[in-house]
């Protein structure tokens, strides 16, 4: 089971943190990203991190603005959001798989996974 929160209503240039929460047992086997969908277009990877050796992927439109983290104590993965642009409007989404080659193939193939609660993210120009 996996929670998105944090989401709002920011103008361009602002900044928001999103978070995942996870329970014990999803949290520590698994990678986990974030997706957004913005309206009218397929949902897309936004960013990765792996539970295992902390790798990191970013797609490039979020690069040098987007940090993905863990934080243990709280089984949660945080996205830190700066520099935000009207572009990134969108509903935010998390997910988990047990292996960075797989959130791959869900990076790949979105529609194929079974999608929970997203978190909407609106920035203003």
């Known amino acids: 089971q996996l929670q998105a929160s944090g989401g709002g209503l920011v103008q361009a240039g602002g900044s928001l943190r999103l978070s995942c929460a996870a329970s014990?047992?999803?949290?520590?086997?698994?990678?986990i990203a974030w997706f957004r969908q913005a309206p009218g277009k397929e949902r897309e990877g936004v960013s990765l991190?792996?539970?295992?050796?902390?790798?990191?992927l970013y797609v490039d439109s979020v690069k040098g603005r987007f940090t993905i983290s863990r934080d243990n104590d709280k089984r949660t993965v945080l996205l830190q959001m700066d520099s935000l642009k009207p572009e990134d409007t969108a509903v935010y989404y998390c997910?988990?798989?047990?292996?960075?080659?797989?959130?791959?193939?869900?990076?790949?193939?979105?529609?194929?996974?079974?999608w929970g609660r997203g978190t909407q993210v609106t920035v203003s120009s």
């Open positions: 991190i792996s539970n295992s050796d902390g790798r990191t």
């Open positions: 014990r047992s999803t949290f520590d086997d698994n990678v």
């Open positions: 997910a988990a798989d047990p292996t960075f080659e797989g959130l791959l193939r869900v990076w790949a193939f979105p529609q194929k996974y079974n």
